[in-house]
């Protein structure tokens, strides 16, 4: 079945360097990820997404690339703010589900 | 536009009682989702429902869990007679009508079952 992981559970940066979370999944048939960002005692926040069609794709201070060949993707924090600190998922779908990863702990300090 | 709607946000039951959460989808979302996430855990499914049908509940467990998506109103994560290990945040995510194509899933802020 289908599996996603995160390569570090927690990641700590300097306010205004950027931050990269990876995150890899099993399933070569995937083909739509999605980044969710998760503050304590909140429920997910919709980041950004992408579809397999594409490898690369920008929002506003967030990139998320996407490498099929390795099934790999990775989150892009430009510039990066206390107020970015949280809880980041990558989540796959899988049918009509996501299969979520069990995150990366993004601790931002001054 | 008022988004995912869930309560109550935090419940306490004693061992064998019932558990009952419920949600609001954002408007014109016809599709709702339930999730589980232990403490410092990835959310995990659990059932896919859309009006009055359930479509995928491979995440339930088999026994004291049931969801529904009545017509009017809320759909409705029921738990009985629950345990200690059933102590979680239960997340429901919602998304529009997509035809057959999974759309973006958007959350709510979780009810947070605490079972003593």
């Known amino acids: 079945g289908e599996s996603v992981g995160l390569h570090l559970p927690t990641l700590s940066v300097q306010e205004g360097d950027n931050s990269i979370i990876n995150c890899a999944y099993s399933?070569?048939?995937?083909?739509?990820f999605i980044w969710y960002k998760q503050e304590s005692g909140k429920g997910p926040q919709f980041i950004i997404d992408?579809?397999?069609?594409?490898d690369k794709r920008q929002g506003q201070r967030v990139t998320v690339l996407l490498n099929k060949t390795v099934k790999h993707l990775s989150l892009q924090i430009a510039a990066t703010q206390p107020g970015d600190s949280a809880v980041y998922f990558c989540?796959?779908?899988?049918?009509?589900?996501?299969?979520f990863g069990t995150g990366t702990r993004l601790q931002v300090f001054p | 536009n008022a988004g995912v709607m869930q309560n109550p946000r935090h419940l306490v039951r004693r061992r064998g009682q019932e558990a009952r959460l419920r949600c609001s989808p954002m408007?014109?979302?016809?599709?709702v989702y339930w999730y589980r996430q232990l403490p410092e855990e990835g959310l995990k499914f659990m059932v896919y429902?859309?009006?009055?049908?359930?479509?995928?509940e491979s995440g339930m467990p088999k026994e004291r869990f049931s969801a529904e998506f009545p017509k009017e109103g809320p759909s409705i994560l029921r738990i009985q007679q629950v345990v200690r290990g059933d102590s979680a945040a239960y997340f429901c995510?919602?998304?529009?009508?997509?035809?057959?194509?999974?759309?973006?899933?958007?959350f709510g802020p979780g009810t947070r079952l605490t079972v003593l």
């Open positions: 429902l859309q009006k009055e049908n359930i479509i995928d």
């Open positions: 989540a796959v779908v899988n049918t009509d589900k996501l299969i």
């Open positions: 408007k014109g979302h016809s599709h």
């Open positions: 399933n070569s048939a995937s083909d739509y």
């Open positions: 992408i579809r397999s069609n594409m």
């Open positions: 995510a919602s998304s529009p009508i997509q035809g057959t194509r999974t759309d973006t899933q958007y």
